[in-house]
């Protein structure tokens, strides 16, 4: 599913940026090669951010798992 229709990010593109270590939509944005437009996507992309940190929780992975909400949050409001 796109999340970012300006960009054609999808939430399968967001999932691989996070992978990468993108820790805000901007950062999954450049990760895609592309910058934000018209901002519609930011809680959307942030929330697919949360979801996939979430699931990368491992012991492989701890600085995913060390994304909180408020951070995110934060990120989209600066
Ligand atoms: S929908 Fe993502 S920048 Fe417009």
Known sequence: MYLCIC??????RVRDAVAAG???WVAVHAHAGCQPNCGQCAADISDEIVKSATNL??????EAADVQPSEVLSAVRS
């Open 22 to 24: 993108a820790r805000d």
């Open 7 to 12: 960009n054609a990010i999808s939430d399968r």
């Open 57 to 62: 929780r491992t012991p492989s992975a701890p």
